[in-house]
């Protein structure tokens, strides 16, 4: 099993920034790609970004090119999501993930943490 646990969420004002982190822990060995996720109320999760090793490239969903940025460290099992220039829209609680495959399908991804809210006022 891996277990995920996110932390850095919270209050921002529009167009500040937030840091996201992600720790996991137990057979990390098995996961090769790990990814953000939210889910905004009333709407359903969605893909934020996913990076993956060796040698994996990020990939971002359209609406938070330029302004989110994921990274990891793999010495200290840590995945984080800079988020940058944030907006209203940005509200939501966010999700990291893991699993083998970085792909944007959600369903992909047998592991997940408990959620981070994340609230960006206007």
């Known amino acids: 099993q891996v277990r995920l646990v996110e932390s850095g969420g919270g209050l921002v004002q529009a167009g500040g920034p937030l840091r996201l982190s992600c720790a996991a822990s137990?057979?990390?060995?098995?996961?090769?790609?790990m990814g953000w996720f939210r889910k905004a109320p009333g709407k359903e999760r969605e893909f934020v970004a996913v990076?993956?090793?060796?040698?994996?490239?990020?990939s971002y969903v359209d609406s938070v090119k330029g302004r989110f940025t994921i990274s990891r460290d793999n010495a200290k099992n840590m995945v984080y999501l800079e988020m940058n220039s944030l907006k209203p829209e940005d509200t939501a609680d966010y999700y990291c993930?893991?699993?083998?495959?970085?792909?944007?399908?959600?369903?992909?991804?047998?592991?997940w943490g408990q959620g981070t809210q994340v609230t960006v006022s206007s």
């Open positions: 137990g057979r990390t060995a098995v996961t090769n790609a």
């Open positions: 990076i993956s090793w060796p040698g994996g490239g990020p």
């Open positions: 993930a893991a699993g083998n495959i970085a792909t944007i399908d959600q369903y992909a991804y047998p592991y």
